[in-house]
């Protein structure tokens, strides 16, 4: 049945995946589609996600988590997904990008003061990197910070943003420029910046193509001035510390893209039974039964991909190719699943009212979000070793 | 205080749900099993009272060795251990001797609470909390819509077509709860660890005392005779308005008897 993927997954694994998907479906799908057409952000179901301890997940109990792991958040992705995207990357920002840095290089004040309203849900964590410039290309950071009277000075602006304008929004950790290395190479350090401090204001609201009902902002930073112990982290360590926090967030994305890719098998198993053409249901149609099995055999191998990323990060292996695996292949499972799907659905596939037309919408961003395809193909090679200085593996 | 919620296990309503063809009882490996929606009210009701009252929630369930599973879920949702009733001579019981097997481990294990939902979504006879109160001679407090305790009193409201009554009864007794009651929680991952390691004492028909010739499908007191799938829905009547539509309406309604 496909309702239930199996993989051997552990029991507690598999609890949580059942209860998330019951979730998805009771709490999330009857409302979405409202949310999505309005644009609005879904604070009622950001607020159940939150009591079911979702954004705790990977976190120690002390700092009000779940005691849970990475591939336990993956999970829970994916079953959101499944049903909605927009659910789904509120939970993977706020959680991977939010409060992982805080835990991960956060002082134990630091963590103490940040992390139990983030695992609780209640406030939400953003990781603002990318800026007008360019989002690839993290090294160009503009926005800088200097230190005065012991306190930060930061300036610059920061563009798509992810949780980072909602009403519960508690933090955004900036990466910004805090000096200069011997060549001049920008010294780039990690800094959180509370929602509500003088000088950091949120601009405008995207209108987006899809994942219409997430939170993405424009961030401007103009004589903002946080106290010095909100560095993050080693200072000069900013830009080691969030290609970690990409790599996982990889893992995260791919998660999202694979339950997209599930979601889109689920409506058209459903609407191929029930649609009929020429006097049958389209599901008799080999065209479509190819399709479907298609998209079922992408999902299928996007969904190992990603498994094993998770295992071998969990297990404590380099886990950066497979990460980036991982990605592009569940993205472009994500990307053709929601092509096909909505060919199967026709017309009704167009319309927003139908889910198969929010994953057509939802699905380009996850080839683009956290590395784009080309950046996980460069980092795929780089691993093998291929470049200029000729292959490492030979 | 020692609340038992009793949970059942049911197919799925959201599958296909068969009755077997060789004795007219549920073909439970047609379907997915999964608690029984207003049992998770129930569920939820008796840890809401032990989060206020304090004390133990105890989960009861008869049926089968799958059931273990919504055991587990309802230990997962922050329940303290549970009882499950598990014996083949069960098989076939009819609300009657359910009520007769169920009493006899209520008695066994003792409690100042039984919760359960108001009724289950497979065989919907709705009469479980009136038998298992006259059985332990203890007050019934139906389709509980709000509970207090004060002390060893139990108020609730209970829902009616025109409103509720509000009715008090005392300590021990009986509760059965609809969905208007709260909003049964998912279990969290920490629940879901925390579940694995909770207690769950299995008991045969001998280790509850309860009599092999008072339960299952032979004694049964009611039996089911015969079923057949619920015919297609027929195509409804078309009323088209053609300056009359208002006069048609009301000859078809009064036809039917509804005006
Ligand atoms: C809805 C949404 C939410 C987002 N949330 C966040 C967030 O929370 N935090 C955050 O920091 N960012 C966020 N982003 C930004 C996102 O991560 C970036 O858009 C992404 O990394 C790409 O950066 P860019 O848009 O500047 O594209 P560019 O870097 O300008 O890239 C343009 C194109 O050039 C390609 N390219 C670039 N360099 C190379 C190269 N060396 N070789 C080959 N091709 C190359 C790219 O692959 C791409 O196709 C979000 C974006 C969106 C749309």
Redesign the pocket.
């Known amino acids: 049945m496909s309702d239930a993927p199996g993989y051997g997954l552990a029991d507690e694994h598999e609890s949580l995946r059942r209860a998330v998907r019951e979730f998805a479906r009771a709490e999330v799908a009857p409302v979405i589609g409202d949310y999505y057409e309005r644009a609005a952000f879904p604070y009622d179901i950001v607020a159940k996600m939150g009591a079911m301890g979702l954004f705790g997940l990977p976190f120690p109990e002390e700092y009000g988590g779940m005691g849970g792991d990475y591939f336990a958040l993956c999970l829970a992705l994916e079953e959101l997904a499944r049903v909605d995207s927009s659910v789904a990357i509120t939970l993977e920002?706020g959680v991977s990008?939010g409060a992982m840095p805080v835990y991960r290089f956060g002082t134990e004040e630091q963590r103490g003061r940040w992390l139990p309203d983030l695992c609780a849900g209640t406030r939400l964590g953003?990781?603002?990197?990318?800026e007008p410039g360019?989002?690839?290309?993290a090294g160009a950071t503009r926005t800088t910070a200097r230190l005065d009277g012991g306190q930060w000075v930061i300036d610059g602006t920061?563009v798509?943003?992810?949780?980072s304008g909602t009403d519960i929004t508690a933090l955004v950790t900036v990466t910004a420029v805090t000096g200069r290395g011997p060549e001049g190479r920008p010294e780039i350090s990690a800094i959180v910046v509370p929602s509500g401090t003088p000088g950091f204001t949120v601009g405008q609201k995207y209108s987006?193509v899809g994942?219409s009902a997430s939170d993405?902002n424009e961030l401007v930073f103009a004589d903002c001035r946080v106290p010095a112990d909100h560095l993050l982290g080693e200072r000069g360590r900013g830009y080691a510390q969030f290609l970690r926090t990409l790599d996982e967030g990889r893992v995260a994305i791919a998660a999202l893209s694979v339950g997209l890719a599930q979601g889109c098998v689920d409506e058209c198993l459903r609407y191929s039974a029930e649609r009929t053409a020429f006097g049958r249901a389209i599901g008799g149609y080999q065209a479509i039964q190819f399709k479907i099995a298609d998209m079922e055999a992408r999902a299928h191998t996007a969904r190992l991909a990603y498994y094993d990323a998770a295992a071998r990060m969990l297990a404590g292996l380099p886990f950066k190719k497979e990460a980036a695996i991982a990605k592009l292949v569940a993205s472009n499972a994500a990307m053709d699943n929601a092509r096909d799907a909505t060919q199967v659905f026709g017309g009704y596939g167009f319309m927003n009212e139908f889910p198969v037309g929010r994953f057509y919408r939802d699905a380009k961003?996850l080839e683009?979000?956290?590395?784009?395809?080309?950046?996980q193909r460069?980092l795929i090679a780089r691993e093998l070793g291929v470049g200029p200085e000729g292959s490492r593996a030979s | 205080m020692n609340i038992v919620v009793l949970v059942k296990q049911v197919p799925d309503t959201a599958t296909e749900r068969k009755l077997s063809a060789a004795d007219s009882t549920l073909d439970r490996a047609s379907a997915d099993g999964v608690i029984n929606e207003l049992d998770e009210y129930a569920i939820e009701e008796g840890l809401r009272l032990k989060e206020a009252h304090g004390g133990e929630v105890t989960i009861l369930t008869m049926g089968p060795d799958q059931a273990s599973d919504s055991i587990r879920k309802a230990l997962s949702m922050g329940a303290d251990k549970a009882v499950h009733l598990v014996d083949d001579a069960l098989h076939g019981s009819d609300a009657v001797q359910t009520s007769y097997a169920l009493a006899q481990v209520l008695k066994k294990i003792g409690f100042d609470l039984a919760v359960l939902g108001s009724e289950s979504t497979d065989a919907r006879t709705g009469v479980l909390a009136a038998a298992l109160a006259e059985r332990l001679g203890v007050p019934q407090l139906s389709l509980a819509s709000k509970v207090e305790i004060d002390g060893s009193t139990v108020r609730i409201q209970r829902i009616t077509d025109y409103g509720y009554d509000r009715v008090e009864g005392s300590l021990p007794a009986v509760l059965s709860v609809v969905e208007k009651i709260n909003e049964p929680r998912y279990p969290s991952f920490k629940g879901i660890m925390a579940a694995k390691k909770k207690p769950v004492e299995k008991l045969s028909l001998a280790d509850a005392g309860i009599d092999p010739a008072l339960v299952g499908l032979a004694g049964a007191t009611t039996q089911v005779v015969d079923f057949a799938d619920a015919p297609p829905r027929e195509a409804g009547t078309v009323v088209k308005d053609e300056g009359d539509g208002g006069a048609k309406l009301a000859e078809f309604l009064a036809a039917k008897k509804f005006v």
Do not use: Q
């Not at chain 1, 798509?160 to 949780?163: A, D, K, S």
């Open positions: 920002a990008l953003a990781f603002g990197l990318t360019g989002g690839t290309d920061k798509f943003i992810t949780n987006k994942w993405t961003i683009i979000g956290e590395g784009t395809s080309e950046v460069m």
